[in-house]
Nanobody
Framework: QVQLAESGGGSVQAGGSLRLSCAAS????????MGWYRQAPGKQRELVAT???????NYADSVKGRFTISEDNSKKTVYLQMNSLKPGDTAVYYC?????????WGQGTQVTVSS
């Protein structure tokens, strides 16, 4: 079992920055990749960024150049640095940890960007 604890959400004006953190605990050595997803009201959950245990990253086109995902392997914590935030980035952001036999999700953290 893997437990995920997210932090760092909040409210910010357009153009501002936030950093999200996701700390994994439990059976962390079986995690292959971690990532951030988001879900805005009335929309489906979508991928924001992922990072594999080898350090390979992937980003949604909408956040490329603005968001950066990184990982502290010693703490098994994943970060999402979000710069130049837009109102369209407003959503609940979820952390996910992927193993060979399934995924684990965090409870989500709200990010609100006002114009």
């Amino acid at each position: 079992q893997v437990q995920l604890a997210e932090s760092g959400g909040g409210s910010v004006q357009a153009g501002g920055s936030l950093r999200l953190s996701c700390a994994a605990s439990g059976s962390i050595f079986t995690i292959n990749a971690m990532g951030w997803y988001r879900q805005a009201p009335g929309k489906q959950r979508e991928l924001v960024a992922t990072i594999t245990s080898g350090g390979d990253t992937n980003y949604a086109d909408s956040v490329k150049g603005r968001f950066t995902i990184s990982e502290d392997n010693s703490k098994k914590t994943v970060y999402l640095q979000m710069n130049s935030l837009k109102p369209g980035d407003t959503a609940v952001y979820y952390c996910k940890a992927a193993e060979d036999w399934g995924d684990y999700w965090g409870q989500g953290t709200q990010v609100t960007v006002s114009s």
